[in-house]
């Protein structure tokens, strides 16, 4: 199977793409339009167990941003998303799923409140843009939907609030998870927050201002040297291992919150004003079929999931498996799964067929990976 990309301007780049390919990208992916890191020189295994240790700089700008700024913005996050925003504060990051009339997932963005009326949402791989913007017209709503010039960089790993304290002041260790702050980069104010693609902790910088992408690139891996920086990208074997859910993959329109395992994220008791809360909470009401899960399995390597594989208990499918990659730590496959509520507790023995037609046995286990 064929393996890379034709380049055109179709293809975005982003500030911090000569600086990757300067650090030894070895290829490329493409998410909102745009170029996202997905190999440097190590393998997957050699970059997971750095990412565990030590700290690692992601140039993540395919997380656009998509800006509501109005007096109707909070009215149009809140219609999008079952989760209630009333009590969101100024300095907040929230996940938030959206969701179509039918409770379909749109995306599963991280919602940074700016203002009182304006708001960043920093959406995964779909066009959240149009969408907000089409519901913003028909329902001749007071607010301004934009794509403004953010570009996010993520500094993951157990060093990364080290560094940053060091680059940018100790107040950084001050900013609790899921909340964000100010640095100084260049002279300007950009906003730094501690989340980010990983469970090995750190922070995202949203730096306004394409032009400023190298000056930050460079000031953070000079910086980074004492702390063994390297470059990197979302680690496919973190990830699994994490229970990190990819919108594209676990997910898409055909899948509602609730099987996705993001009830926590949706206001069923005290129902918020959202367009598809009728939907939601019918399915809530009848409960569902099936549901996320992680499946260990094969005592080696498995090949790259590229399509689902079949997640088979006494001849029958029960599931499919969307992810999935070797552990080096577990020493087993790791997989996500939807699977049916007859078989998803924890523990359930299953069998996972193989591209290559042959049958790996596995269990059932909670997410994340113990």
Request: net charge negative.
């Amino acid at each position: 199977m064929a393996d890379g990309l034709n380049f055109s301007r179709r293809l975005r780049r982003t500030p911090y793409t000569d600086s990757v390919e300067v650090a030894g990208v070895r290829g490329f992916s493409v998410v909102n339009h745009m170029l996202l890191p997905k190999a440097f020189q190590t393998t997957v295994e050699q970059d997971y167990w750095h990412l565990r240790e030590h700290v690692q700089l992601w140039d993540v700008s395919c997380q656009r941003q998509v800006q509501l700024e109005g007096a109707d913005a909070e009215k149009l996050v809140q219609w999008m998303t079952p989760r209630d925003i009333s009590k969101a504060n100024i300095g907040d990051c929230l996940y938030v799923p959206i969701v179509d009339d039918a409770a379909g997932l749109i995306n599963d963005p991280v919602l940074l409140k700016l203002a009182d009326d304006k708001f960043w949402l920093s959406i995964a791989d779909s066009d959240v843009l149009l969408y907000a913007k089409g519901l913003s017209l028909a329902a001749k709503l007071n607010v301004t939907v934009t794509e403004p010039d953010v570009s996010p960089l993520a500094v993951q790993g157990p060093k990364a609030e080290a560094l940053l304290c060091k680059l940018f002041g100790n107040h950084i260790g001050d900013i609790d998870f899921f909340k964000y702050d100010w640095i100084d980069v260049a002279g300007t104010k950009q906003l730094i927050a501690r989340s980010g693609y990983s469970r090995q902790g750190g922070f995202e910088i949203y730096l306004q201002g394409g032009h400023l992408g190298k000056a930050l690139w460079d000031s953070i891996w000079s910086a980074g040297e004492t702390y063994n920086i390297a470059p990197g990208c979302p680690n496919l074997i973190e990830r699994i291992e994490g229970g990190l859910l990819s919108y594209g993959n676990e997910m898409t329109r055909e899948n509602n919150p609730l099987e996705i395992g993001l009830e926590q994220f949706c206001a069923l008791e005290n129902p918020v004003e959202c367009i598809g809360m009728d939907a939601l909470l019918a399915i809530h009401q009848a409960g569902v079929d099936r549901q996320i899960r992680g499946v260990l399995f094969g005592d080696d390597p498995c090949p790259t999931c590229s399509t689902p594989w079949p997640v088979i208990s006494d001849g029958n499918q029960v599931g499919q498996i969307t992810s999935a990659i070797w552990s080096p730590r577990l020493k087993r496959n790791v997989g996500l799964s939807l699977i049916e509520n007859s078989h998803w507790d924890e523990g359930q023995s299953v069998s996972v067929n193989l591209p290559d037609g042959g049958v790996d046995k596995g269990m059932v286990s909670s997410l994340p990976f113990a």
